[in-house]
C-alpha cells in the first residue's frame, strides 16, 4: 500500500500489526477507513491488534469520526466497572483510576454475559512518563494455562459478587447509568443478574458468567473472565486482609468465585495472573496513536504514569454468545484468518 509501512511491531509476536501512515499527517482516518474496510477486517482477524500510527488523530471529534466509520454498532459502559466520562458521541475516557495504580491485562467486559468484540482506544495526550497500555495475546495466553485450570473455569464458570455502598469503589448510579432503582432491577432481570437491597443504601448484585468463550468467526477457545480483577487478592495480601476486616467477607466490594459459589483456587488465579504477565508487550504511545482491538483474542492493561495522559476509548459490536447460531457464515478472509490459526496453534 503505498505511503504506508505496513509491519509487526516485534518480531516474536503477531501483534500490534504497525499501519504508519508516511503522508505527514494527512490522511484522514476516518476516510481511509471507510475506503479500506476489508483490508483492516482481515487485518484485525488475522493480528488481533492494529496499530494506526501517523494519521492525524488529535481531537475528541477525529477519533468520533473514525469510530463512527469502523463500526455503526457503537456499544455504551452500562454495567461499568471502572469509572469513565462520555466525551463525545461513540468514545469515552479510559478508566480514571489514579496514575499510580497500574490495570491489570483482561479482556474488556469479561465479566459479563455479552461483551464488544472490538474496542479502539486514541492517545490524544501521551503520559510524561510511562502509562503504556500493555497487550497479551489471548492465544498464548490461553496455551500458557494448565489444561486443568482451564477445564475448571470452563465447566464451573465464573461468579461475580459486587456490593455497591455509599463512598466505596463507584456508586450503583455510575454502574447502571441511572438513579432509579426500579430502572437497575430491570437491568438485572434482563441480563441474568440477581440483585438484592441488603440495607437503605447497599445493594447486592451476582452474576454467573463463562470462564471460557469461543471467538464467533475463528472458533478458537480462549480463557475469557476477570475472576483475576474481581478477586480481593487482587488488591495484595496487606490491603486483602484490611478489606475484609473492614467489611466481612459476605460484603467485599467486588469479589469472584467459582459459579456454583466455591472459592476460587488460588493456585488457578495464580496461573492466570503469570500467564498475563509472561506474555505482556508494550510500546510508547505517540500523539495520535490509534490502536483497535478484537477484544477476544487480545487483552490490555494500563501501566502507572506521570504527567497529563489522555487516552479516549470505544467499544463496538456487542456479542451474546447465545445467539451464535443466527450469525452470518465467516468471509473468505475469515476462513483464511482461521485456517492460518489452526496452523500455528
Known sequence: MEGFTIRPMFANSRLPLLISSQRGGSCDLAQWVREHRAFIDEKLLTHGALLLRGFPVFTVEAFDDFAAAISPQSVDY???????????????????????????LHNECAYQLTWPLKLAFCCITPATEQGETPLA????????????????????????????????????????????????????????????????????????????????????????????????????????????????????????????????????????????????????????????????QVAHGRRPFRGPRKVLAALFENHCPTARATRKPASASAERAKEEWSVSA
Not at 144 to 162: D, F
Not at 174 to 199: P, Y
Not at 261 to 278: I, N, T
Open 78 to 104: 452500562v454495567y461499568r466497572s471502572t469509572p469513565r466520562t462520555a466525551v463525545g458521541k461513540k468514545v469515552f475516557t479510559a478508566t480514571e483510576y489514579p496514575a499510580a495504580q497500574e490495570i491489570p
Open 137 to 296: 495475546d489471548m492465544r498464548r495466553v490461553t496455551a500458557a494455562i494448565s489444561a486443568e485450570t482451564l477445564e475448571r473455569y470452563s465447566t464451573r464458570n465464573v461468579r461475580y459478587v459486587r456490593h455497591y455502598m455509599p463512598f466505596i469503589d463507584i456508586p450503583w448510579q455510575t454502574v447502571f447509568q441511572t438513579d432509579d432503582r426500579e430502572v437497575v432491577k430491570q437491568f438485572c432481570a434482563d441480563h441474568d443478574l440477581t440483585c438484592e437491597w441488603l440495607s437503605s443504601d447497599t445493594l447486592r448484585t451476582t452474576q454467573v458468567c463463562q470462564g471460557v468463550a469461543h471467538h464467533p468467526v475463528t472458533g478458537e477457545r480462549v480463557l475469557f473472565n476477570q475472576a483475576h480483577l474481581f478477586h480481593v487478592s487482587s488488591l495484595g495480601a496487606a490491603t486483602a486482609k484490611s478489606i475484609i476486616q473492614t467489611f466481612g467477607a459476605d460484603r467485599l466490594p467486588r469479589n469472584s468465585f467459582y459459579g456454583d459459589g466455591e472459592p476460587l483456587q488460588q493456585q488457578d488465579l495464580d496461573a492466570v495472573r503469570s500467564a498475563f504477565q509472561r506474555e505482556a508487550i508494550q510500546f510508547p504511545w505517540q500523539r495520535g496513536d490509534v490502536l483497535l482491538l478484537d477484544n477476544m
